[in-house]
């Protein structure tokens, strides 16, 4: 069953991140996936936990790359390295994704139901990028944390609207190496 449910939630990610958010219905959803009629409402019986799902999804997609990619990292150089990569993945391959994400945050701000899980998953990345910042000395690994979230970001908002071959690694490298600081 959790095969159905998956389906579901890649197929709600491909009609809002190539149709915007009003494709997100379960009937849509349902037929881009190839699903019975009602097969997502069963497993998402309100068009907020539909959002929410999709939301905590992409999120669980998102942090297994950042580990796989970050993960081995040692050093700055490493960081730096890793996050440009996942940076041009997420406005390249996953760019369908990454548009989902961001046209969903946008939805969720007008859907108080959704903010709680929105807010989790942000804690989460939050969280796990301190920690990385910590392991390499970084002397405010807080402030570093939200301050690389943010720099990425903007980085990906830039690239999926106004600049898609802009440079990603001169820009990571200066906040990786201003968050870990000397």
Same mark, same amino acid.
Request: hydrophobic fraction near 50%; aromatic fraction near 4%; charge should be neutral.
């Given at each position: 069953? &959790?095969?159905?449910?998956?389906?579901? #939630?890649?197929?709600?990610?491909?009609?809002?991140?190539?149709?915007?958010?009003?494709?997100?219905?379960? &009937?849509?959803?349902?037929?881009?996936?190839?699903?019975?009629?009602?097969?997502?409402?069963?497993?998402?019986?309100?068009?907020?936990?539909?959002?929410?799902?999709?939301?905590?999804?992409?999120?669980?997609?998102?942090? =297994?790359?950042?580990?796989? @990619?970050?993960?081995?990292?040692?050093?700055?150089?490493?960081?730096?390295?890793?996050?440009?990569?996942?940076?041009?993945?997420?406005?390249?391959?996953? &760019?369908?994704?990454?548009?989902?994400?961001?046209?969903?945050?946008?939805?969720? @701000? $007008?859907?108080?139901?959704?903010?709680?899980?929105?807010?989790?998953?942000?804690? #989460?990345?939050?969280?796990? =990028?301190?920690?990385?910042?910590?392991?390499?000395? &970084?002397?405010?690994?807080?402030?570093?944390?939200?301050?690389?979230?943010?720099?990425?970001?903007?980085?990906?908002?830039?690239? #999926? =609207?106004?600049?898609?071959?802009?440079?990603?690694?001169?820009?990571?490298?200066? @906040?990786?190496?201003? $968050?870990?600081?000397?």
């Amino acid at each position: 069953m &959790a095969v159905t449910r998956d389906r579901a #939630l890649a197929a709600a990610v491909t009609l809002v991140g190539e149709q915007g958010v009003r494709a997100l219905t379960h &009937a849509r959803v349902d037929a881009q996936a190839g699903l019975p009629k009602g097969s997502t409402s069963n497993w998402f019986r309100t068009r907020d936990a539909l959002v929410a799902g999709v939301l905590v999804w992409i999120a669980e997609q998102e942090r =297994t790359e950042l580990v796989a @990619a970050i993960g081995p990292a040692q050093t700055s150089d490493d960081v730096v390295e890793a996050l440009t990569g996942l940076l041009a993945d997420a406005t390249g391959p996953h &760019a369908v994704r990454t548009r989902a994400r961001y046209a969903l945050f946008l939805e969720t @701000a $007008a859907a108080p139901g959704v903010g709680p899980s929105v807010h989790a998953q942000r804690s #989460l990345f939050e969280e796990w =990028t301190r920690d990385q910042l910590v392991r390499l000395g &970084a002397s405010d690994p807080d402030d570093g944390a939200r301050a690389l979230l943010a720099m990425s970001a903007g980085i990906i908002v830039n690239r #999926l =609207t106004v600049a898609p071959d802009a440079p990603i690694r001169p820009t990571v490298a200066l @906040a990786v190496r201003a $968050a870990v600081g000397p």
